[in-house]
C-alpha cells in the first residue's frame, strides 16, 4: 500500500518554505493556532485541533532542505474513526527544493497514512485544507490554520506575536 503523498508548487524561497515548518510561529500560521513546544531534533511538537491532538517529535532538520516528525501520540475524534490513535508511529516528512525563479517544490509524504487506516480520509482531507493554508501563508501572508478564536493568521500578526 501506498503511504499517502501531497506536491506543491508554491511561489517563495526554500528558506520562507523552511522557516514555516519549523518555528513555532510559522506553523500557526497554517497548521493550527494551538502549538507549542521545542525546534530542535528531539524535540517534541505539540499540535491540538479542539479535543483532537498529535504529538510530533522532530527527527530530521535539514535547512531548506527536509523536515521530518515522527508521531508519538494522537488523539482523533471523528465518527468514523474508533482506533483514534493510528497517527501514533507514522512519520511525516517534508522535501523542500528550489523550483527556480524563487519558487519552492514542496513534496509532503506522510509515511504510515495508508488507506486502509479508518482516519485516511479524514486525514487526506485535512492534509489538502491545511497543505493549502501553508501555501496560501506562504503566498499572500495570511493563512486559514485551524483557529481557537477562528482568526486567520496574518505575517503582520505573526510578527506582531513575536514582538
Known sequence: MKNY????SIKASPAA???????????????TQDCEGGTSIGDT??????????DMR?????????????????????ESVSRTDEWVGTYIVFRISDAGMGGTQLDLEHIGLLPSLQCY?????G??????????????????????AS??????TQRRAAA
Open 5 to 8: 503523498q501531497q506536491s506543491l
Open 17 to 31: 518554505v523552511y522557516t514555516a515548518l519549523t518555528t513555532i510561529d510559522g506553523m500557526r500560521a497554517w497548521w
Open 45 to 54: 511538537l505539540k499540535f491540538r485541533f479542539s479535543a483532537c491532538y498529535k
Open 58 to 78: 522532530i527527527e530530521k532538520l535539514q535547512p531548506d532542505n527536509e523536515v521530518s516528525w515522527l508521531c508519538t501520540r494522537a488523539y482523533i475524534v471523528a
Open 121 to 125: 480520509a479524514l486525514c487526506q482531507n
Open 127 to 148: 492534509w489538502q485544507r491545511f497543505l493549502a493554508s501553508l501555501q496560501q501563508f506562504l503566498e499572500t501572508g495570511t493563512g486559514t490554520p485551524f483557529a481557537m
Open 151 to 156: 482568526q486567520p493568521q496574518t505575517l503582520s
